[in-house]
Nanobody
Framework: EVQLVESGGGLVEAGGSLRLSCAAS????????IGWFRQFPGKEREGIAC????????YTLDSVKGRFTISSDNAKNTVYLQMDSLQPEDTAVYYC?????????????????????WGKGTQVTVSS
């Protein structure tokens, strides 16, 4: 059974930082890409960053580039999202998901997620 478990969410003041973790099990980690998404209340989920675990290639949404950094520890089957300079508008539920890199690149180009497996999400709340 594939499991993706997010952790590291919580409440932080504006300007602060959080590091989210996504621990994956039940899949060949090195063959998959892991992406981070967020969902604002009443909105669709948006992809914000993705990493290809086979070669380390990454993609980060322009609106968070420079503040959010995705990384992977293949030995721990874990992907991280370092979030710095957080602002109240970053408040959302953050999800990680797994899929194949080429499918994800294709999907994200036209607004689809391209993911095969999802975690349950972790709440990030940024106070002003």
């Amino acid at each position: 059974e594939v499991q993706l478990v997010e952790s590291g969410g919580g409440l932080v003041e504006a300007g602060g930082s959080l590091r989210l973790s996504c621990a994956a099990s039940g899949l060949p980690f090195d063959d998959y890409a892991i992406g981070w998404f967020r969902q604002f209340p009443g909105k669709e989920r948006e992809g914000i960053a993705c990493i290809n675990n086979s070669d380390g290639n990454t993609y980060t949404l322009d609106s968070v580039k420079g503040r959010f950094t995705i990384s992977s520890d293949n030995a721990k089957n874990t992907v991280y999202l370092q979030m710095d300079s957080l602002q109240p508008e970053d408040t959302a539920v953050y999800y990680c998901a797994a899929g194949f890199w080429l499918a994800i690149v294709d999907a994200w180009s036209d607004g689809r997620d391209g993911m095969d497996y999802w975690g349950k999400g972790t709440q990030v709340t940024v106070s002003s």
